[in-house]
């Protein structure tokens, strides 16, 4: 009796901690351990540790808002959102006609995300609109759309009637820059709010609160009434249509919420870097934040704020890692390689998974 | 008659608004560009010889029901690795294409095989992690041609190699090489240079697509195309079936990736493949293919089309606006603009398709009940 119930503890305890590996993932594993030995090696090869965290911090901040935005789609049911650069668009548009309006300093932050919303919430109304006719079929075709949008834009960015002196080409005086410079303008508006610097280490306050800001709200939004109905339609549809729900509006909702993230990701995204950057550069944007948050334990229809945060700190810490610690330890740049494969063979880890619900 | 005849054109207009679509664009664009007939008739032989062998290698994947297959990008990376040895070890003309063609073979095999076996983890989107494979194999493929090829395969020659001491520079000359399979045979007509050995490689590659539809296995991924469920239970293998397609498909790609890259003369080490996958699938798509069927004539319906309207864009984008770089993304806009359309016409014929066999069972079960009665 006794003998079996310690064999019946014994089990449990293997068993848990396998559950735990099977349900936090190998690939997962593999990337936090590589992330953690990135950081033990660091100091040895001579990279400064509080540079180095202080970077990771940085860049975190930089991204977190953009992959805060995949998870009310991956909620409701439409997988992960790889039209992203739809989103990133608005936040462009927002972003240049601030600056063509003539907002300078803070301002201009805070006309860029009101002028942005009209774009995202028309531009997410209308993908959103299109994903409820595919339904089944949304991840390819938010890539497409996604890309389409980009190369439409690196049109229109060279046929809109921007004048400002600082946007446009200095010898045509017309058609936007590639890399347009934000000092002046809204360039690290959040991150220089509240700074802490102690020594080599810099936290951007301004930016992390931002952030928390915002995913509070989604965290918050996700237990309302409508956030609930939101999840419900994404684990069963059928179910949630049952229970009154109606699961088009739903989805289109999800749709909208996370291309107006998407816009304000990038906002924040530009203030910490410094830069706008416009033509093919939001066109790869997608896919980071896609493995970010699924290097955070999201799957394709699951996903949690905690997953956002741990994600992306995951992600950004190789992305920032690598190059410094591979450099000094091999004398070989492979920092590269080696995000293609982590991001790449996340989503496709992610994409390979049996899900339920979906479909 | 009449009602019948107007409904046939509008049926007509509404399967192939693509290719109309396309007719359209070209008709206004080519006598903006400005182009003479000959310089444009020229041109499109050229890139029909140079891209259709490998568009053909997305005929088999959609035959087998796996959709528009992303992974061709494997295949051509196959190729290009071929072709970087082959030019290491000094082999030009039609040897090092013969060559290229066969070390390409095994990386193929490997590489179709790995994404055979993924896609079968994934169905039902095949499609984005076909998409997602190229991007996974591309960092891969750097790891080998960047890092690999110098200290562990061995690269003799400097002229390819990076000047640190390994890798591989962002171009490998072909000039030996360049244009040899198009060259040897060619005739002249009125200006027009038609490469005929390519074209007769083509042709051998249309008769073996041809023919291998009616053999057994050819039979057996429409099948599994069809209906997956029906044909396992008909005892057909779809794992095995899926993952062959997948194989051939990336061989064929290696294969169209020497062809391809003989006629440009060099190899851009590091982008060459990328852009295929892309540029292959949009032209199959002007063509009037779709997800789930696709024909020999799309795809030199397709490559002409699509190339006509790559070559005139931006010369006639230049004078339309003064600015040619307008027409270089007008050009990309479309590329991405006709694969994306493509996509959500397919999905929402796919969702009609399925209300209505849903309709058509009620009203079996309704008539059925009716019987009964």
């Known amino acids: 009796m006794n003998e079996s119930l310690a064999d019946r503890n014994n089990y449990t305890v293997r068993d848990r901690v396998k559950s735990m590996i099977a349900n936090f993932g190998l690939p997962r594993l593999i990337i936090a351990a590589f992330l953690l030995l990135l950081f033990i090696a660091a100091p040895f090869v001579g990279a400064d540790f509080w ?109 809109l009637p921007y004048h400002s002196p600082t946007m446009v080409w200095g010898f045509a005086g017309k058609g936007l820059r590639t890399t347009i410079s934000l000092e002046g303008f809204y360039d690290k508006v959040l991150a220089g709010f509240l700074q802490i610097r102690i020594g080599n280490l810099s936290i951007p306050t301004g930016t992390l609160l931002f952030f928390a800001l915002l995913a509070f709200l989604m965290w918050a939004f996700l237990h309302t009434k409508t956030g609930t109905a939101m999840t419900a339609v994404g684990s069963n549809p059928t179910f949630a249509r049952a229970a009154g729900v109606n699961v088009d509006r739903m989805r289109l909702l999800s749709v909208v919420m996370s291309t107006w993230l998407a816009a304000i990701g990038i906002l924040v995204y530009e203030q910490g870097f410094g830069f706008i950057q416009l033509y093919m550069a939001p066109f790869y944007m997608a896919l980071p934040a896609v493995s970010a948050i699924l290097i955070g334990g999201a799957s394709v229809n699951k996903a949690s704020i905690a997953n956002v945060i741990i994600g992306t700190f995951l992600f950004q810490g190789i992305v920032t890692m690598t190059p410094t610690v591979m450099n000094n330890m091999i004398h070989m740049d492979m920092s590269e390689v080696i995000r293609v494969v982590a991001s790449q063979g996340m989503i496709l880890y992610a994409l390979t998974r049996k899900t339920e619900g979906t479909k | 008659m009449n009602n019948g005849f107007g409904k046939k054109i509008r049926n007509f207009i509404f399967d192939n608004t693509v290719p109309l679509m396309f007719v359209l664009i070209c008709a206004v664009c080519i006598p903006l560009s400005g182009f003479s007939f000959s310089y444009l008739l020229n041109e499109i032989v050229t890139r029909m010889g140079r891209n259709i062998f490998l568009i053909l290698c997305l005929l088999i994947p959609i035959m087998a029901g796996m959709g528009l297959n992303f992974g061709m990008t494997l295949g051509a990376m196959a190729g290009e690795i071929a072709l970087i040895l082959v030019s290491d070890w000094q082999i030009w003309g039609i040897p090092g294409v013969v060559l290229a063609m066969i070390l390409s073979i095994p990386i193929s095999v490997l590489l179709g095989y790995f994404c055979g076996k993924i896609l079968n983890m994934a169905k039902g989107r095949e499609m984005i992690t076909s998409y997602i494979i190229s991007f996974f194999m591309n960092g891969i493929y750097q790891l080998i041609v960047l890092y690999m090829m110098g200290p562990i395969i061995p690269i003799k020659h400097s002229s390819i ?61 429409r099948a599994v195309g069809q209906d997956m469920n029906v044909a396992r239970d008909a005892g057909i293998q779809v794992e095995r079936t899926r993952i062959i397609s997948m194989i051939m498909s990336t061989v064929l790609a290696g294969f169209g990736m020497v062809i391809y890259l003989q006629n440009m003369g060099n190899i851009a080490t590091y982008s060459s493949h990328s852009q295929i996958g892309m540029f292959c699938i949009a032209a199959l798509l002007v063509g009037g293919a779709s997800v789930d069927k696709a024909s020999i004539g799309n795809v030199f319906l397709g490559v002409i089309l699509f190339h006509t309207m790559f070559i005139v864009a931006p010369k006639a984008g230049a004078q339309i606006t003064g600015d040619s770089m307008i027409g270089e993304y007008f050009r990309v806009f479309v590329s991405y603009g006709v694969i994306t359309v493509s996509l959500i016409m397919y999905e929402t014929k796919k969702r009609k398709n399925k209300s209505l066999v849903g309709q058509q069972l009620a009203q079996a079960q309704k008539e059925e009940a009716k019987a009964h009665e």
């Open chain 1, 51 to 159: 540079t180095q965290i202080s970077n990771t911090i940085n860049r975190f901040s930089w991204n977190a808002v953009m992959v805060l935005a995949m998870v009310p789609m991956i909620h409701s049911g439409c997988g992960l959102n790889f039209g992203l650069p739809l989103g990133i668009i608005s936040g462009l548009l927002g972003a240049t006609l601030s600056i063509e309006f003539g907002f300078t300093g803070p301002m201009s932050f805070v006309m860029a995300i009101l002028i942005a919303t009209p774009f995202a919430l028309l531009l997410g109304a209308g993908y959103g609109w299109l994903l409820n006719k595919i339904k089944g079929g949304e991840m390819m075709i938010a890539t497409y759309v996604g890309f389409s949008s980009v190369s439409f834009m690196c049109m229109m960015w060279l046929l």
């Open chain 2, 161 to 221: 190699k990076l000047p640190r001491g390994y890798g591989i520079r962002n171009t490998v000359s072909l000039l030996n090489m360049r244009q040899c399979l198009d060259n040897l045979l060619a005739v002249r007509i009125g200006g027009v240079k038609i490469p005929v050995l390519t074209f007769m490689i083509i042709g051998v590659l249309c008769l073996f697509i041809i023919w291998f539809r009616k053999t057994k296995l050819g039979q057996d991924m």
